[in-house]
């Protein structure tokens, strides 16, 4: 007789398996770091900027500041497992599995002090919120012409 105990243990172990056997896709992308989807502030209000460079335009319309950019980053440093896809419109869509208890723990030592559950689901709903269209050139591998 299987329990429910035993065949989450199951599948958290074959998570784990699957996960482990993904590309290492790092805790931040190239377009994040060049273009300025966070505002540089531990207290971001909510408005609509847009920003343009040689390497694409971001759109951001929301709050995004350092703390989200904070758990957006660990999200994906203690990620168990992602999937990255195309929607029906074409757009590219990403999904992450997390353990939200393994986010908030690393997040309170990184602070150095405790990282409030409530401040957690604030952050997480203000990233839910947001709306963030970045547009880029394929620039793989390459610098972009700076004619």
């Given amino acids: 007789m299987t329990t429910f105990l035993s065949e989450k243990i199951d599948k958290e172990k074959e ?4 996960g482990k056997q993904q590309k290492d896709i790092g805790v931040s992308t190239a377009s994040l770091s060049r273009l300025p989807v966070f505002e540089a502030t531990l207290k971001p209000r909510f408005r609509e900027r847009s920003f343009e460079n040689t390497y694409g335009k971001v759109f951001v319309n929301g709050t995004l ?3 989200h950019k904070n758990v957006l ?8 497992a992602y999937r990255s896809y195309r929607d029906k419109e074409g757009n590219r869509c990403f999904e ?17 002090s405790a990282y409030s559950k409530e401040r957690y ?6 990233m839910k919120q947001a709306y963030v269209r970045i547009e880029t050139k394929e620039l793989v591998g390459r610098k972009p012409d700076n004619r």
């Fill in 121 to 126: 689901e604030e952050l997480i709903e203000d």
């Fill in 96 to 112: 992450v599995l997390f353990d939200e208890y393994e986010v908030r723990k690393y997040l309170s030592m990184s602070k150095g």
């Fill in 65 to 67: 500041g350092q703390d």
């Fill in 73 to 80: 980053e660990t999200i994906l440093y203690k990620r168990k």
């Fill in 15 to 18: 998570l784990i398996r699957y």
